[in-house]
């Protein structure tokens, strides 16, 4: 039951975003990315009760991020096997998955990185690429039991051009 998909960022709307904001759906997201699971497969693998889990798939699915895709029946149960829909989603620049990214939140901790590239097209997009391996790396290293009570972050990334947008 494995997927196929590309890496194409699925548009979202206000109410997809925010069930974005939860970083065990952004988990469960990654588990369910390129293989179908149930949601006590996905609770094992991320160490999250499977009660947890499967409230939160039950809102990720009820919000078109995850597609039910396989149902089967073993024993007296039936298995429900879900694949979400994309790895990236893309919202709106006035919608805020993450409120604590906004200038505005007051964080107990927090690091900020700024610097000035010369890019070609091609190399925007090659370091677009880089930067979503290493933080899907960073996801995939994290979603483990052992992760499970640590302290949560958020990380956002904005590559923005110098020039100005040209007013129509």
């Not at 588990?31 to 499977?50: D, F, M, N, R, W």
């Amino acid at each position: 039951m494995s997927n196929k998909m590309n890496d194409q960022m699925m548009p979202v709307s206000i109410e997809q975003s925010k069930l974005l904001g939860n970083p065990l759906r952004i988990k469960i997201i990654g588990a369910l990315y390129g293989t179908a699971k149930t949601s006590k497969q996905v609770a094992t693998q991320i160490g999250e009760s499977p009660g947890n889990v499967h409230y939160h798939v039950q809102k990720l699915y009820q919000g078109g991020l995850i597609d039910l895709v396989e149902e089967k029946r073993v024993g007296g149960v039936i298995e429900k096997y879900y694949l979400s829909k994309a790895k990236w989603f893309k919202s709106d620049q006035d919608v805020k998955v993450f409120p604590e990214l906004d200038d505005s939140f007051e964080s107990a901790s927090a690091t900020n990185i700024s610097m000035s590239l010369q890019l070609k097209e091609s190399e925007q997009e090659e370091l677009l690429n880089e930067f979503r391996t290493l933080l899907e790396k960073w996801v995939e290293r994290t979603s483990t039991p052992e992760h499970a009570m640590e302290e949560e972050f958020v990380i956002g990334l904005k590559l923005v051009s110098r020039k100005e947008k040209q007013k129509d």
